[in-house]
């Protein structure tokens, strides 16, 4: 839709890992699917995107703060602690440490490797990002 959408704006626009991120195994490892633009064109498909409602606000994915709600029991996953909304998704990242130790040890005891990710939630009416920490 964003390749669409800058290309009836004028935008030349590339896709890459496109491909790839159809694959479920592999969408996480390429980042998903990468937007490329003209050197020249990038400050104008920012504020195209912003003005389509495409992208909101101006910090970057990777500078967003992630809460962290200390529990003592088992709480209700469902819905966002800060707004109590329901419109809420669970993402699973990578962690490199664990992912690196299960590689070796997954390796050397057994041949396999397994998946190592770290789990956060993110609500889609108040934008915040969090996750669940046993004190």
Excluded at 65 to 80: G, N, P, R
């Amino acid at each position: 839709m964003v390749k669409a959408y800058l290309e009836s704006c004028g935008i030349i626009t590339n896709l890459k890992d496109e491909m790839a991120a159809q694959l479920q195994e592999l969408a996480n490892a390429v980042g998903g699917v990468k937007v490329l633009v003209k050197e020249s064109d990038y400050e104008e498909s920012i504020q195209l995107l912003k003005d389509g409602g495409y992208l909101t606000g101006d910090k970057p994915e990777k500078d967003k703060k992630i809460d962290v709600i200390l529990v003592d029991k088992i709480v209700d996953t469902k819905t966002c602690p800060f707004c109590s909304s329901d419109n809420i998704a669970r993402q699973k990242k990578p962690n490199i440490f664990s992912f690196t130790i299960s590689i070796l040890l997954g390796l050397l005891i057994t041949g396999a490797v397994f998946p190592a990710y770290r789990s956060t939630y993110k609500c889609f009416d108040c934008e915040k990002e969090w996750k669940y920490k046993r004190n």
